[in-house]
């Protein structure tokens, strides 16, 4: 079966990094999306991942690892409006886009 | 401005209504998307289209219908086979398959 599997809550102090990980067991592999979610909204697209490596965008950085299976998600200088769930996503060799649960980041001062 | 709408934003009925939830975009992409998301829960995909007057069932297609007969309109009913029906319904759109996806505000249904 396919899966992605992300922690269920993290929390993280204001101006703090963390590190939101996803892995994944798919058929196939046409690419990894990360989205913001916050609470109540739609969900809104953060990173692009197709090939291994680190994509930086501003104080939102995504990295891949195809033959691990493996992405995570680095969020640096932390602010309040960060507090959201990120969700990973995964397309597979259908190009179906297969979703985790999510993670929800608790942002405290 | 170019985006997705879904209206309303709430919506309530009594079990054993069909309920039709709207979708419209105008960012001229040719897939669209519907899900559904519960409490702590991922994205279950419901239906897809990747073109005008086709569409495919999702995961979680049974008690749902669509249509696609406009390139900018996906509109999904809710049918009273929907055993729980109570949810947050999402609409997304995308250029292609392959690239990412666009969401609309929501629908939160309540049926009781």
Same mark, same amino acid.
């Given at each position: 079966?396919?899966?992605?599997?992300?922690?269920?809550?993290?929390?993280?102090?204001?101006?703090?990094?963390?590190?939101?990980?996803?892995?994944?067991?798919?058929?196939?592999?046409?690419?990894?999306?990360?989205?913001?979610?916050?609470?109540?909204?739609?969900?809104?697209?953060?990173?692009?991942?197709?090939?291994?490596?680190?994509?930086?965008?501003?104080?939102?950085?995504?990295?891949?690892?195809?033959?691990?299976?493996?992405?995570?998600?680095?969020?640096?200088?932390?602010?309040?409006?960060?507090?959201?769930?990120?969700?990973?996503?995964?397309?597979?060799?259908?190009?179906?886009?297969?979703?985790?649960?999510?993670?929800?980041?608790?942002?405290?001062? | 401005?170019?985006?997705?709408?879904?209206?309303?934003?709430?919506?309530?009925?009594?079990?054993?209504?069909?309920?039709?939830?709207?979708?419209?975009?105008?960012?001229?992409?040719?897939?669209?998307?519907?899900?559904? $998301?519960?409490?702590?829960?991922?994205?279950? *995909?419901?239906?897809? %289209?990747?073109? +005008?007057?086709?569409? @495919?069932?999702?995961?979680?297609?049974?008690?749902?219908?669509?249509?696609?007969?406009?390139?900018?309109?996906?509109?999904?009913?809710?049918?009273?086979? $929907?055993?729980?029906?109570?949810?947050?319904? *999402?609409?997304?759109? %995308?250029?292609? +398959?392959?690239?990412? @996806?666009?969401?609309?505000?929501?629908?939160?249904?309540?049926?009781?």
């Amino acid at each position: 079966g396919q899966n992605i599997d992300q922690p269920t809550e993290m929390t993280a102090t204001e101006g703090a990094i963390v590190q939101i990980n996803c892995t994944y067991q798919t058929s196939g592999f046409n690419g990894l999306f990360w989205y913001q979610q916050h609470a109540g909204e739609a969900p809104t697209f953060l990173s692009y991942n197709v090939l291994d490596g680190l994509e930086e965008k501003g104080r939102f950085s995504s990295f891949l690892s195809r033959s691990k299976g493996y992405s995570y998600l680095l969020l640096k200088e932390l602010q309040m409006k960060d507090s959201a769930s990120y969700l990973c996503a995964v397309t597979d060799s259908n190009y179906q886009l297969i979703w985790g649960a999510g993670t929800k980041l608790i942002i405290k001062p | 401005d170019g985006g997705i709408t879904q209206s309303p934003k709430y919506l309530f009925r009594k079990e054993g209504q069909n309920v039709t939830l709207s979708c419209e975009q105008n960012l001229n992409h040719d897939a669209m998307y519907w899900y559904r $998301q519960d409490p702590g829960q991922g994205l279950r *995909l419901i239906y897809y %289209s990747q073109i +005008v007057n086709d569409f @495919q069932k999702g995961d979680i297609a049974e008690g749902y219908s669509v249509s696609r007969e406009k390139k900018e309109s996906f509109p999904l009913t809710v049918t009273s086979a $929907q055993k729980n029906p109570t949810a947050f319904y *999402l609409c997304a759109s %995308s250029s292609d +398959v392959t690239y990412e @996806q666009y969401f609309g505000p929501g629908t939160r249904l309540t049926v009781t």
